[in-house]
């Protein structure tokens, strides 16, 4: 691809992107209609998906970035129903969608039906979970559907490579299917355990933020390259080094935090964009294929198997969420219980995206009906992105889910800050009492207001609003405060324009003004 339709398809993207923070409309939703528009303005060049660049280019990146903000400790809390989702699931979904397509498509053998149903099996959680965080759903849902997002794209690549195998008559017995399946998931986490450590061994020792983060950026496709070379799941190993890094991260060098957060904050987001806008964008390419399934019988053909994975995920979704409660105490007594709203939230949040059309892609063409594995997969991922990404907001709002608990939280907060003063309170003490540390009287009791104002930031949240702005104390401290780095700001450039500093003591103290900025606008969306 040349230069410019690249740099156009990015800044497109990120346009539409932004453009969708001001509408009631999910980003994904809104890029995936953008690329089905652009896709026949004259002069758009065509943008075809190739397989060989999302799966190794694309997806590490963004599987490493859920992976790191992901808790594990939430997800270790949760293995069960995320298993059920990312493992079970997917195999079912490949077994049932694939089967639904077999009976109703004439000619279509099952080990071809078997190949549409893996391409098409592994929901793409990266919308529901936006639409979660945006609507306060439940942490516990949340933390299912990230961790469904983060493991099944490894089951369904390993599903389609079984299924593909067996289309030619190669391994095609459950026996192999097993062990492929076994070989690949038991590979990519080891490959992911082997890697963990040192890799965030050599982050924690590098002293240079510029090196830490070229690092960072390199992780996931080391990783990613690592397992594939072994033939083992790529997937698997990114998010294990990156739940393994995210769970470590605060042991990494402040400067790096900073920096890592700002650069994967725009990786993530280009990636994101780009890709959903690339759904849209491969309509002139999927259509120019179908041939003979044109008409009426394709469109037959795409709501059938529409439906048949609406229905397999409700199918999946309510017996494995009650079902093992009924028959376990243990899991009764462990689990928090639940009602029936979850799981029709979960069943409804299983939009399929890029990942589906992927492997679609990379289906040989010497595969029997390929064109139209391809049709229908674009299908229902426009389907499930347009039905269910749009209906899932006034869902959640119609089922009145119980929403995150604001002032529990802030109250949460506000306790682990007073425990973590008082440690540091004492700490201080203990320092301030070593003649090595011996400080004037005003600046170790700068250090004393610094810790008290911390404390208190948090409570203050809790307290009474400002009559006039509706502003919290503490709010209004943080506002005051940036008004006053934005008036030194201003004097700074100016001394510089007089020539009374230069401009490398200009960016130092600008530098210094900038961190204290970022430490008062991180308080502000925390």
Do not use: C
């Amino acid at each position: 691809m040349e230069v410019l339709p690249l740099v156009a398809l990015v800044a497109g993207s990120a346009a539409v992107a932004g453009l969708a923070r001001r509408t009631p409309v999910p980003a994904p939703l809104l890029l995936v209609a953008a690329g089905l528009i652009a896709a026949y303005l004259p002069g758009v060049p065509p943008y075809a998906l190739d397989p060989h660049i999302v799966l190794p280019l694309l997806l590490p990146p963004l599987l490493h970035t859920a992976a790191v903000d992901s808790s594990y400790l939430d997800l270790r809390a949760n293995i069960r129903p995320v298993a059920l989702l990312s493992v079970g699931y997917v195999l079912f979904a490949t077994v049932a969608v694939g089967y639904a397509a077999y009976l109703v498509v004439p000619g279509l053998s099952l080990p071809v039906a078997l190949v549409l149903g893996a391409v098409i099996a592994p929901p793409d959680a990266v919308a529901a979970t936006a639409i979660a965080r945006r609507l306060g759903l439940p942490n516990r849902i949340t933390t299912i559907l990230q961790g469904e997002s983060l493991v099944n794209d490894a089951t369904a690549i390993t599903a389609y490579k079984v299924a593909l195998a067996a289309v030619v008559g190669v391994g095609a017995g459950w026996a192999e299917g097993v062990t492929e399946f076994l070989l690949a998931s038991v590979g990519g986490i080891g490959v992911g355990l082997v890697l963990m450590v040192p890799i965030h061994h050599l982050r924690t020792r590098l002293r240079e933020p510029l090196l830490q983060n070229t690092l960072s950026l390199l992780i996931p496709f080391v990783a990613y390259a690592a397992a594939e070379r072994v033939h083992a799941s790529g997937v698997l190993a990114v998010v294990v080094v990156g739940l393994y890094l995210g769970h470590r991260n605060w042991q990494v060098d402040f400067a790096t935090r900073l920096q890592e957060e700002a650069v994967w904050k725009v990786v993530a987001f280009v990636l994101e964009s780009v890709v959903f806008a690339l759904i849209g964008l491969q309509l002139p390419v999927v259509l120019k294929g179908l041939a003979e399934y044109e008409g009426l019988h394709a469109a037959w053909y795409a709501l059938a198997v529409f439906l048949a994975v609406v229905v397999a995920r409700f199918a999946w979704v309510f017996p494995a969420t009650f079902l093992p409660r009924v028959l376990s105490e243990r899991i009764r007594g462990r689990e928090p219980d639940t009602n029936w709203k979850a799981p029709v939230v979960v069943g409804w949040a299983g939009m399929r995206g890029v990942v589906s059309l992927a492997i679609a892609f990379s289906v040989p063409v010497w595969v029997p009906h390929r064109n139209l594995i391809l049709f229908l997969t674009f299908t229902t991922v426009i389907g499930t992105l347009v039905v269910q990404g749009l209906t899932l907001p006034p869902l959640i709002r119609l089922l009145r889910l119980p929403a995150r608990d604001a002032h529990a939280e802030t109250l949460a907060e506000a306790q682990a800050q007073s425990e973590a003063s008082r440690a540091a309170e004492e700490r201080l003490a203990e320092l301030l009492d070593e003649p090595s540390n011996a400080l004037p009287p005003p600046l170790a009791e700068r250090l004393r207001t610094v810790l008290e104002r911390r404390r208190n930031a948090v409570w203050e949240r809790l307290g009474e609003v400002n009559a006039v702005t509706g502003e919290s104390a503490d709010d209004v401290y943080r506002r005051l405060s940036r008004e006053m780095i934005a008036a030194e700001r201003e004097v700074f450039v100016t001394l510089r324009d007089q020539r009374r500093i230069d401009d490398e003591m200009l960016r130092a103290l600008l530098r210094r003004l900038d961190l204290e900025e970022a430490a008062a606008y991180r308080e502000d969306t925390v």
